[in-house]
């Protein structure tokens, strides 16, 4: 059955960001440029691991369970990353002490390191492909990029709290879903 055209118009230029957006995600979630990475940060992670570490390097120690509702997973998916980055050792478990039956999680000095490792060889490789561009440009386009991530964080949390509001794209259809809870930022 064919899928029926959108009820409103969309701007021609907002289609062209879609489109940019579907194609670096796409670059940025490939399973080779993945390999790559881990090869040149020296790092046996998959992607799922480093998505945690990611996250956990820029948190507070959390719950587990707060952790996958971040992530947009299952609790037992993060449970199982969870206990394969403890058994290497960048990741750690400690009582919560507002709940001392609950547990937090927290990266390790070896996890920071690791998360560092990636970020750096993550960095140099856009470094490489961005060499051409004038530092103007890139102030401009990480400018344009944080407030790009900011309206579609907004966005998506005026959408949780208004029970009103109806998202135009189904949960996980479109690629902001993908940039915004974990796609190339930080990489």
Known sequence: MPIPPPATSVPEDVIAVEQALTRITYLATRARWHD?????????????????????????????GMLAVRLSVEASHVTRQLRQLENSGLVVRFPDPEDR????????????AAIDRVRDVGRRGMSLALADWTPDDLRRLATLFHRLVDDFVAHAEMAVDEPTAVPTVAPGDGPADGWVAGGPSGA
């Open 101 to 112: 039956r609950a547990q937090l999680i927290q990266l390790t000095e070896a996890g920071r």
């Open 36 to 64: 790559r990475l881990m090869a040149n940060a020296g790092l046996p992670l998959d992607r799922a691991a480093v998505a945690i570490l990611r996250h956990l390097a820029e948190t507070d120690p959390l719950r587990p």
